[in-house]
Structure formats: C-alpha cells, structure tokens
C-alpha cells in the first residue's frame, strides 16, 4: 500500500521558518518524482515545488523561489521543503504528492497546516 504522511507544520511568525517531511512506504521512492503542494483557506491548489527522482533537479512557483527547498532523501524514503522567510500568505495546508508525468499526481499524503501569523 502506497502511503505518504507528512509532518513539521505548525504555527511561525512571518520571518521564520520550518521544515515539512514526507516519509513515504509502500512503493520505490527513488524511482518517483515527487512535488508538494498546498492549498489554502477558500482556495484551489497551487503546486509549490517538484524534484526529480534522483534529486538533481527541482522547480519552484515563483512566488517561493529564493525561500523554499525541496530536497529528498532516496535511503530515508523521505522528501523535505525547507521554508524560509515565511510569509502570511504561505499559510495553507501542505501536500506531497507523487508525480506521473503530465504534471498528474496519483498518490497525496494527508496534509500538514502551516500557519504564518504575528
């Protein structure tokens, strides 16, 4: 069964920063690239980020390039998003998804809140 949870949200004050985790079972990560994506109160979502399978390259929606980065782990199993000089509008829940071609997602995790307010 494939599975993905992610973890680190939580409450930040504009400026900080957090880091999400994907831990992933259930399938061969390595062989998967993978994306996150968030969805905010009252909005659709909006793709954040994607890596390819062996990591070495990786795309940001432009309002987080320069603050945000995605990173995996193939031994862990794991995909991270490091989030920096967080913004009150990056508050939204966060996803990691598996991605199949044709920007298609098959596989969603359940979600983690990252909330940025003073």
């Known amino acids: 069964e494939v599975q993905l949870v992610e973890s680190g949200g939580g409450l930040v004050q504009p400026g900080g920063s957090l880091r999400l985790s994907c831990a992933t079972s259930?399938?061969?990560?390595?062989?998967?690239?993978m994306s996150w994506v968030r969805q905010a109160p009252g909005k659709g979502p909006e793709w954040v980020s994607f890596i390819n399978s062996g990591g070495g390259s990786t795309y940001y929606v432009d309002s987080v390039k320069g603050r945000f980065t995605i990173s995996r782990d193939n031994a862990k199993n794991t995909l991270y998003l490091q989030m920096n000089s967080l913004k009150p509008e990056d508050t939204a829940v966060y996803y990691c998804?598996?991605?199949?071609?044709?920007?298609?997602?098959?596989?969603w995790g359940q979600g983690t809140q990252v909330t940025v307010s003073s």
């Open positions: 998804a598996r991605f199949v071609g044709g920007w298609a997602h098959d596989y």
């Open positions: 259930g399938f061969t990560f390595g062989n998967y690239a």
